[in-house]
């Protein structure tokens, strides 16, 4: 199994021992607060990001029923353009 360095890259911790002792550590009131404003910020990503994968599917099934709008050498000029 890999270790956090080998699948994130540096993480800025040398010793484990020392990671160990910090997440160990008092959680305040404050630290909550920053916590569940991360999670709600996360939530938040992930509605958005599944809306744009609901549109990026929506778009993939009309153009497989209609075909594209523009030919590919049509795409490659500006609007205005002959």
């Known amino acids: 199994m ?5 699948r994130y890259g540096y993480c800025g911790w040398t010793d484990i021992a020392e990671l160990e002792k910090a997440l160990r550590g008092v959680v305040r009131d404050h630290h909550r ?3 569940a404003q991360q999670l709600a910020h996360i939530d938040f990503l992930d509605e958005q990001i599944a809306a744009v994968g609901q549109d990026i599917r ?6 497989s029923q209609h075909g594209p709008l523009r030919s590919n050498s049509d795409a490659r000029q500006a609007p205005g353009q002959s």
């Open 58 to 63: 929506k778009q993939i099934e009309d153009m």
């Open 2 to 6: 890999q270790g956090w360095t080998e």
């Open 33 to 35: 607060f920053l916590l």
